[in-house]
């Protein structure tokens, strides 16, 4: 039978394995034991829309999370807000980076070689900093965008315009390590307490082609307008209405002009000019950077290359030397003027890739567009004023369905005449409007009785035919009135309920 080792032994081997431990806990260059990493569900994430001096509103519905940001949004930089709330228990104090975009791990893993750019870095410190509720604001562009150069989001510029795109994003988290890479994200875009499982949702395309072809028909106060649908859009159709000296037309139709902060129901339709017009949100010159000459770079000489100097080449030295004005890839001309072929963008004469005269192309040699887009700074564009700046106080319908084809516009003035302009926007409140002119002049529709009186009387007195020595029967009375049959009789009445 074996042996076993003394009591004595025995305790000392205990001793000794607790020594050794304890040594490994406490001798230079060991490492304590580590908590946890953070997961998702550790945070409360909530996000929230702004009003036009950047406020926090309501939180976001679900509403808001799948039809608020649209591109009159993106392009008047209304800013959306999230709450970080940590509310783990034991976690490691690693740093966290939270970030804001689409498809953040593939950004940060290609460094921006790839085809997204790094996503703009909303805040770095640790959970505890988070513990009691921390806020932070981005511009909608960054949930479809990554930035150019700086992270930062105080100072960070996007790598595109609001335009083009479709998607959802969100915040991504990573922790322990300062870049984040492919598989450091424990969040990726979809977390939050609004609607779980889900990102913000973001449109940057407008309804593809605007409704064509139209056909106007008058009535007694009323027109009916009809048209072709090249491509439905998703939501439906306004009605704009002018008088024949450009005045909005006070015809009866009664609702409420949308505001910043509506709730986007499928029903109305949002333009920069109309939802900030002095410029961007929380700004006012319209280019973010607060020196009121519109071109973003900060140096208040309007030419975009932030030296300030002015003459557009970046050296500073006030004259531009390395090529000559007017050539492509060189500053414009005199009232930004460029060669043939060419455009003036952001004081750069660029190739075109338009027909001059068509909607953000350049004018004509002649300096004309095509109607009704105006030719502003040798660039054509759609009119800022009456009708065409689709202004709320011209609408004069109700929501029409996306598959309407035609509308009817009572309350109008006999003998007037009037202009037209329809709108079809998409569930984001995108918008495309009909270029066409569209007029018409309501007139005073006659019953039988009136039309009989304003051709003599032919029809007698209470209704009964005239005798004279030819014969003058119903059916050729009905011809000399130009309704022949019955038949005529009955289009004459279901036009008069119509139009």
């Excluded at 690693?94 to 805040?123: E, F, I, K, W």
Aim: overall charge negative.
């Amino acid at each position: 039978m074996q042996r076993s080792a003394p009591r004595t032994l025995r305790a000392r081997s205990a001793v000794l394995v607790g020594v050794t431990a304890l040594a490994a806990l406490t001798l230079p260059g060991s490492r304590p034991a580590r908590a946890d990493p953070p997961t998702a569900q550790d945070f409360q994430i909530y996000y929230y829309i702004t009003d036009e001096q950047g406020q926090r509103g309501r939180q976001m519905s679900q509403q808001d999370m799948t039809s608020f940001v649209n591109q009159a949004r993106c392009t008047c930089e209304q800013k959306i807000i999230t709450r970080i709330t940590y509310q783990g228990s034991t976690v490691d104090q690693d740093q966290l980076n939270t970030y804001v975009g689409q498809n953040c791990a593939t950004a940060q893993a290609n460094a921006g070689l790839g085809q997204y750019a790094p996503c703009a870095l909303l805040s770095s410190g640790t959970p505890q900093a988070l513990q009691t509720g921390s806020e932070f604001s981005f511009a909608p562009i960054f949930l479809a965008y990554g930035v150019e150069g700086e992270q930062g989001i105080a100072n960070a510029v996007a790598d595109g315009t609001c335009s083009g795109l479709e998607g959802s994003g969100g915040l991504w988290m990573c922790s322990g390590t300062n870049g984040c890479q492919m598989g450091d994200f424990f969040m990726q875009g979809n977390t939050n307490s609004n609607i779980p499982d889900t990102g913000i949702s973001y449109d940057y395309q407008a309804p593809l082609n605007p409704p064509t072809n139209f056909e106007v028909s008058a009535g007694d106060s009323a027109v009916v307008i009809t048209w072709d649908v090249t491509a439905t859009p998703e939501a439906g159709y306004r009605v704009l209405c002018a008088d024949e000296d450009g005045n909005p037309v006070d015809n009866g139709v009664s609702f409420s002009p949308p505001t910043a902060t509506s709730i986007v129901n499928g029903t109305i339709y949002y333009t920069p000019d109309n939802l900030c017009p002095g410029g961007v949100f929380g700004d006012g010159d319209g280019d973010g950077d607060g020196d009121g000459d519109g071109d973003g770079d900060g140096d208040g000489d309007g030419d975009g290359d932030g030296d300030g100097d002015g003459d557009g080449d970046g050296d500073g030295d006030t004259t531009d030397t390395d090529c000559v004005e007017g050539t492509e890839g060189c500053a414009c001309g005199p009232d930004d003027s460029c060669d043939d072929s060419l455009t003036c963008e952001s004081g750069i004469c660029e190739p075109l890739d338009c027909t001059p005269g068509e909607l953000s192309c350049v004018c004509t040699a002649e300096g004309t567009c095509t109607e009704p887009n105006e030719c502003q700074d040798n660039l054509c564009l759609a009119p800022s004023s009456g009708i065409h700046s689709l202004d709320w106080d011209y609408v004069c319908s109700d929501h029409l369905g996306f598959n309407t084809t035609e509308a009817r516009i009572e309350g109008l003035e006999n003998g007037k005449t009037y202009q037209f302009v329809v709108v079809a926007y998409d569930k984001a409140g995108n918008y495309v409007a009909s270029t066409e002119t569209i007029t018409a002049k309501p007139v005073k529709t006659n019953g039988l009785w009136e039309q009989c009186e304003s051709q003599g009387n032919i029809c007698g007195e209470g209704w009964s035919c005239s005798v004279s020595d030819e014969p003058y029967g119903l059916g050729s009375l009905l011809g000399g009135l130009g309704l022949v049959g019955l038949g005529a009789g009955l289009t004459l009445r279901r036009r008069r309920r119509r139009a």
